[in-house]
């Protein structure tokens, strides 16, 4: 079973819907303050997904150490999720230059991972006012997806299955949305 950690925000469900269709299983949604990580570990589920939520990761319940402790199981960190997988693992999250919410940016990829066959440029949906400070993510990442003023869109874990992203895939306004959590889901086999 997926488990989605629902960091009590309104796009959280969108996103559940989202992953339901693509995956044809119902998922568990979990709370972000409403479990404990090596618990939910040893259930083994067969991926994780942080959703997004308000404020900054420090605040995002035990999805900081539940990522610190995830070695092997999928995970894939949504706007907030994304900036708690670079916070778990010492990067820097800071407010960006300007807050984006709502807003439709154009997004350059290399076409690999999360977004093989996704378009380039793949315009997304964002709403955030916080970024991760690239020169801070360490040699363990890649910079998957980037906007045209080098914001940090996406990013991988080099040996681990871990995956953030900034902007929201399951939004109108993100084409390729679905093909991206296609290609999520179709590492989980």
Same mark, same amino acid.
């Given at each position: 079973?997926?488990?989605?950690?629902?960091?009590?925000?309104?796009?959280?469900?969108?996103?559940?819907?989202?992953?339901?269709?693509?995956? !044809?299983?119902?998922?568990?949604?979990?709370?972000?303050? *409403?479990?404990?990580?090596?618990?939910?570990?040893?259930?083994?589920?067969?991926?994780?997904?942080i959703?997004? !939520?308000?404020?900054?990761?420090?605040?995002?319940?035990?999805?900081?150490?539940?990522?610190?402790?995830?070695?092997?199981?999928?995970?894939?960190?949504?706007?907030?999720?994304?900036?708690?997988?670079?916070?778990?693992?010492? *990067?820097?999250?800071?407010?960006?230059?300007?807050?984006?919410?709502g807003?439709?940016?154009?997004?350059?990829?290399?076409?690999?991972?999360?977004?093989?066959?996704?378009?380039?440029?793949?315009?997304?949906?964002?709403?955030?006012?916080?970024?991760?400070?690239?020169?801070?993510?360490?040699?363990?990442?890649?910079?998957?997806?980037?906007?045209?003023?080098? *914001?940090?869109?996406?990013?991988?874990h080099?040996?681990?299955?871990?995956?953030?992203?900034?902007?929201?895939?399951?939004s109108?306004?993100?084409?390729?949305?679905?093909?991206?959590?296609?290609?999520?889901?179709?590492?989980l086999?």
């Open positions: 079973m997926i488990t989605v950690i629902d960091n009590y925000d309104s796009f959280t469900y969108n996103l559940v819907q989202q992953l339901e269709r693509l995956a !044809g299983e119902r998922l568990r949604i979990i709370r972000n303050d *409403a479990f404990e990580p090596a618990e939910l570990l040893h259930e083994r589920p067969r991926a994780l997904v959703s997004p !939520g308000p404020g900054t990761p420090a605040r995002a319940g035990r999805c900081i150490d539940l990522i610190r402790a995830n070695t092997s199981i999928p995970l894939l960190g949504v706007c907030l999720g994304h900036q708690a997988i670079a916070e778990a693992f010492g *990067a820097s999250v800071v407010r960006g230059s300007l807050p984006v919410h807003k439709v940016s154009e997004v350059r990829h290399g076409g690999e991972r999360l977004f093989k066959d996704c378009p380039t440029p793949m315009h997304t949906a964002r709403y955030h006012s916080l970024v991760v400070a690239r020169e801070t993510l360490p040699d363990v990442f890649t910079v998957d997806a980037e906007t045209d003023d080098g *914001a940090v869109m996406a990013v991988s080099r040996m681990r299955p871990i995956f953030g992203i900034q902007f929201h895939p399951e109108y306004g993100t084409a390729g949305g679905d093909q991206l959590i296609r290609n999520f889901l179709g590492g086999a």
